[in-house]
């Protein structure tokens, strides 16, 4: 598995779904299960649109801060040519 495989597999792993419970009115607005607002636009309210944007945030900043470190290690290499 590479690294960028194994990235891949934790950001997977650390997306969060929207909470639903039994009762559909306490659930997130957002959850497949979620209270109908016909009348509002809905909005997450259990805090995983913000953790999630925050994981998609992380992924992309060590995929970049990664091939950032292998382009240094590439150049490192030509200069010892
Ligand atoms: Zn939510």
Redesign the pocket.
């Known amino acids: 598995m590479t690294f960028k495989d194994s990235l891949k597999l934790l950001k997977d792993l650390a997306i969060r779904e ?2 639903t419970v039994d009762d559909p009115f306490y659930s ?4 497949s299960d979620g209270p109908y607002y016909d009348d509002l636009e809905p909005e ?6 913000k953790h999630n944007a925050e994981v998609e945030k992380m992924f992309i900043e060590t995929l970049l801060a990664f091939e950032d470190e292998i382009e240094n290690i590439h150049f490192e290499y030509l200069n010892d040519l």
């Open positions: 929207h909470l997130c607005p957002l959850s997450c309210n259990c805090g995983a649109t």
